[in-house]
C-alpha cells in the first residue's frame, strides 16, 4: 500500500452506524493510524469520510440537599468523614485520598489540594462540622504512626526525589496520609515497610450502597458530591468566581455549567401550561383524582 493512501472500503467500521460511543469510536481511529503508521509504515495522511466524534456535553447530576443528607447518614467510618470532605471541599475522590497531614490546617479550616488536575495548587475550605472528627482521627493516628516507627515501620511514598533527597521524611508526621490504609505492605525491592491511602474503591462501593439503601435514583457518585458542592454554593449566592477558584477549574465556562443546572426546571420557573384553565387541560391535583360528584335520583 502506498503512502497516504486509505485503506480498503469495508476495513474501517461504521462506527457511526453501530451506536458506540464517541470515546470507543475515536479509539477505533486512533488504533487504525497507529497500525498504518508505527507497523506498516505507511502513515495515512487523510482518511477520506472519517471524522473524529465529539464527546456530546452532559448536565452533571446533582443532588439536593435532602438526598445528601440521606447519603452521608447512610455511611459509617473513614467513608462517612471522606465523603462529607467531599461534599464540603468539593474535592475530587483522589485529591481527598492523597491529602497529607501537613496539607490540613483545621485552625483556619483550610485545605491545600497538591497536584490536583492539571499538576496545580489549590485551596478549599474544611468543613466546620468535620473539625472535630478530623482533629480526633489525626491524634489517634499519629499514637499509632509513632509506634509504628518504633518498630522500623511507618514510611510512605513520597512525591519525585524527596526520597533520595530527604529519606527521614517518609516516617514525617507531616508526610503522613490523613486517610491511610488498615494495613501497611513490604516492599519488594528494598524490603521496607510502607502504608498507601485508603484505596479508591473502599469508598467508591460505600457511598454507591449508601445511595441505593437512601432510595436515590439519580446517578449518585463520589463525583457526583463535588457537582453537588458547586451547584449548591451558587445556590447560596456565591459568585461563580469563587466556586471555579474552590473547584480548581481553568476556565470559568468550565464551571458555568453548573450554572446551566440551576436555571433548568424546577420550582425556580413556572410552567406556562399551569397558567391555562378549561377542560382536558392542567388542573389541581386534588381535583383530578376526586371522587364524581353523585347522580341525581331521579
Known sequence: MEKGTVPAAGTVPKARHRNVAASTQNQALAALL?????????????VAGVVRARKPKRLPSVLSHEEVTRLLAGLT??????????YGAGLRLMEALRLRVKDLDLDRREVIVREAKGNKDRVSVVPQCLVPDLAASLTK????HAREVGRGAGRVRLPTALARKYPALETAWGWQWVFPAERDYRDRVDGKYYRHHVHES?????????????GIVKRATC?????????HLLEGGYDIRTVQELLGHNDVRTTMIYAHVLNRGGPLIRSPADGLLGPGLCRPAAAEHASPPPRPHR
Open 202 to 214: 473502599t469508598v467508591q462501593r460505600a457511598v454507591n450502597s449508601a445511595a441505593r439503601d437512601a
Open 77 to 86: 467510618g473513614q467513608s462517612a468523614t471522606i465523603a462529607t470532605l467531599l
Open 223 to 231: 463525583h457526583t458530591l463535588r457537582h453537588s458542592f458547586a451547584t
Open 34 to 46: 497507529f497500525l498504518y503508521d508505527a507497523v506498516l509504515h505507511a502513515p495515512l495522511d487523510h
Open 141 to 144: 493516628w499519629q499514637v499509632e
